[in-house]
């Protein structure tokens, strides 16, 4: 099956190890909608919708101290952009747990048009201040 989200050199903002954890979001995304297309059991999903909700969170809080490491931000509208982002998923999370179809095809064009917009238009931002000083 065709992954849902490819990834391509436009989305690279040039830090090597921000890059690496944004392809791995991007493969967790695509985790989910393969077994969502797949029909994979409840139990299944909820463990690929937690180490969405795990790995966001560690990314978003990397990405915040090199952001803070450098003195570049981040800004309140990123912090903010984040915080939201991870109570939404958190949301999914609950809600599937209780039992209520939250997983299809808007939720996974959320997160995909979410995460590329994000990384195209806030966390491109830092691409040249911050990523260009370092490897
Ligand atoms: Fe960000
Ligand atoms: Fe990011």
């Given at each position: 099956m065709a992954d849902l989200i490819i990834w391509t050199d436009k989305y690279s903002v040039g830090c090597n190890y921000i890059d690496q954890q944004h392809k791995k979001l991007i493969d967790i995304i695509n985790e989910l909608h393969s077994a969502f297309m797949g029909r994979e059991s409840k139990d299944k999903l909820g463990e690929i919708l937690s180490e969405l909700v795990d790995?966001?969170?560690?990314?978003?809080?990397?990405?915040?101290?090199?952001?803070?490491?450098?003195?570049?931000?981040?800004?309140?509208?990123?912090?903010k952009q984040h915080q939201e982002f991870v109570e939404k998923i958190e949301i999914f999370k609950k809600r599937h747990e209780?039992?209520?179809?939250?997983?299809?095809?808007?939720?996974?064009?959320?997160?995909?048009?979410?995460?590329?917009?994000?990384?195209?238009?806030?966390?491109?931002?830092y691409s040249k201040p911050v990523c260009s000083k370092v490897d």
């Open positions: 790995y966001t969170k560690y990314h978003f809080s990397a990405e915040e101290e090199m952001l803070k490491k450098h003195g570049f931000g981040p800004s309140d509208l990123h912090k209780l039992g209520d179809e939250i997983l299809g095809f808007d939720m996974l064009n959320f997160l995909k048009d979410w995460l590329l917009n994000h990384i195209l238009k806030t966390d491109m931002s």
